[in-house]
């Protein structure tokens, strides 16, 4: 790498964070059962106090979102967690509300047929919205599980309708600080139809809402042959692009780490950003969240490890000399045009995020780093003690 291309790798990974997810360091599972941890984190307080772990030794991810539900009790009090969190270091990033667990949500929430339902939804929407301005959160991030499980169950019609009109009421409760992102999903809690499934509803459903409301990408919600750059590139071209939630998978909503399976790929969604960057000459104005549950991987180092591929996947893209792609494509040079990505995608650019580090007075390894801190011992022995004290008994079962 030559110097101006070093210069191009640092100053992507100056303007490169990624919050982490509360519900990363808990203990999840699938639907099957949960393989505890004693490191695990217990409640709220854990929750931050690990990611001020994964700060401290990144430098990257300064916010974690959290979910109201799993987050928070009815007496917790905003201001003292943000307090709480900022003596780790970390702020409180997106705001996850929670339209799936409620009994009454078994046939949908803001797309209910039943008002009463819808309201109570809405009800809890405005609650978050609430809690986001007292803790001055730029996002509401909303995934909707609404949906239904067999054919001629549902009108679709009807609860796009519902759905549209919900969310215009929860935007005009929303200041203007504050982002509705819409996420998407194919499938999964229902079978059937889901009410959100693509990024063409949730593009729509975002636009009926006005500006307030933007797209938010998962990686893992999309079936296996999709191109998700394009539709990454697509929603930029459109200024629909609001936030990423980042992860991997193999099959279908795997939540794996990032990168692990398809490296190449989270390498072309930060080439399609970079290239549009370079073209419109602004910054792309994006939420990079980590949506992941590392049901059996350490939840600290798992978390570590996917901000240290995020950044050299970033690294490796800035190297993309967008002049020359320009060039080749307008000249129709397909192979020197693939090159181009293959070259940059093959470059070694861990010696230029090691300088990065340098620079940022951070460890040049971060998991190498957190592993020496003895960090995850510690708090293994204190919680293991701790949920003996609460009487938390270990549960993972299904049925
Ligand atoms: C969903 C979706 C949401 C996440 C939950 C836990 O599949 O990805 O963003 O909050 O899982
Ligand atoms: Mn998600
Ligand atoms: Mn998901």
């Keep these: 790498m030559n110097t101006p291309e070093i210069a191009r790798v640092l100053s992507a990974l100056d303007r490169f964070t990624l919050e982490t997810p509360s519900w990363g360091y808990s203990d999840t599972g699938t639907r099957f059962g949960k393989f505890l941890q004693d490191a695990a984190a217990i409640d709220v307080y854990d929750k931050f106090a690990d ?3 994964v700060h401290a030794v990144t430098g990257c991810c300064p916010t974690v979102a959290v979910h109201v539900l799993w987050d928070f009790q009815p007496d917790t009090r905003p ?3 943000a307090q709480f969190a900022s003596k780790h270091g970390v702020r409180i990033g997106a705001i996850n509300p929670n339209l799936f667990q409620d009994q009454i949500y078994k046939y949908g929430s803001l797309c209910h047929q039943d008002d009463s339902v819808r309201v109570q939804a809405i009800q809890h929407m405005r609650e978050s919205v609430e809690l986001g301005k007292a803790l001055a959160s730029r996002y509401i991030s909303l995934w ?9 169950q549902a009108n679709i019609r009807r609860r796009k309708q519902f759905l549209i009109e919900a969310l215009r009421e929860v935007a005009d409760l929303m200041s203007q600080k504050q982002t509705l992102l819409v996420e998407y999903k194919p499938f999964e809690p229902a079978f059937y139809h889901t009410d959100l499934a693509d990024w063409g509803m949730a593009y729509i459903v975002a636009k009926a809402v006005g500006p307030k409301a933007k797209v938010l990408v998962d990686t893992g919600h999309h079936y296996a042959a999709q191109n998700i750059e ?3 590139a697509w929603l930029l071209a459109e200024e629909m692009l609001g936030g990423f939630h980042f992860n991997d998978r193999r099959y279908a909503d795997d939540d794996l780490t990032l990168g692990s399976i398809d490296p190449y790929q989270v390498f072309r969604i930060f080439h399609e950003i970079g290239f549009y960057e370079w073209e419109t000459q602004k910054q792309a104005d994006i939420a990079y969240m980590i949506d992941q549950s590392h049901n059996d991987k350490s939840k600290i180092e798992a978390t570590i490890q996917t901000v240290m591929t995020a950044q050299e996947l970033i ?3 800035a190297l993309v000399d ?7 494509q307008t000249q129709n040079q397909q192979i020197d045009a693939e090159e181009l990505l293959r070259d940059a995608f093959s470059t070694d650019v861990r010696p230029a995020v090691i300088e990065w580090r340098k620079k940022k007075n951070l ?3 971060p998991l190498r780093a957190f592993r020496e801190s003895g960090y995850e011992q510690r708090v293994a022995q204190e919680r293991k003690q701790r949920r003996v004290e609460l009487g938390i008994k270990p549960t993972g079962s299904y049925a």
């Design 322 to 328: 967008y002049e020359t792609l320009n060039r080749l």
């Design 315 to 317: 690294a490796k893209a």
């Design 363 to 365: 460890p040049e390894n």
């Design 144 to 152: 909707l599980a609404d949906g239904s499980n067999y054919p001629g």
């Design 230 to 232: 394009q539709i990454v």
């Design 79 to 81: 201001g003292e967690l």
């Design 51 to 53: 990611a001020g772990q």
